[in-house]
């Protein structure tokens, strides 16, 4: 088991900061998942596939347990539209 890493980008000065941006570089965010998996693109893609499932089944779930009165008619969608 490998000891836990944290993903954050370094801090940004006031005059840096943009509000709506929480990773402002995503080249750093790449590289960070990349390094997390020691340069293994496959590992890094593979883990990043099982991620995309487990949220995909954490998402059914919750469509389950939420009555369409709480969410006001809104259903979630499996797909992301397109770019």
Sequence with gaps: MQPTKTLE??????DDV???QAWPDEAWEVEAVLAWHDD???A???ALLD???HLRQQLAL???AM???MT???TPRYERDAL
């Design 51 to 53: 991620d995309c499932k």
């Design 40 to 42: 293994n693109a496959k």
């Design 62 to 64: 919750a469509e389950c």
């Design 67 to 69: 009555s369409r009165g």
């Design 18 to 20: 943009l509000p709506d």
């Design 72 to 74: 006001r008619g809104w």
């Design 9 to 14: 980008p370094d801090p940004a000065g006031p």
């Design 44 to 46: 890094t893609i593979r």
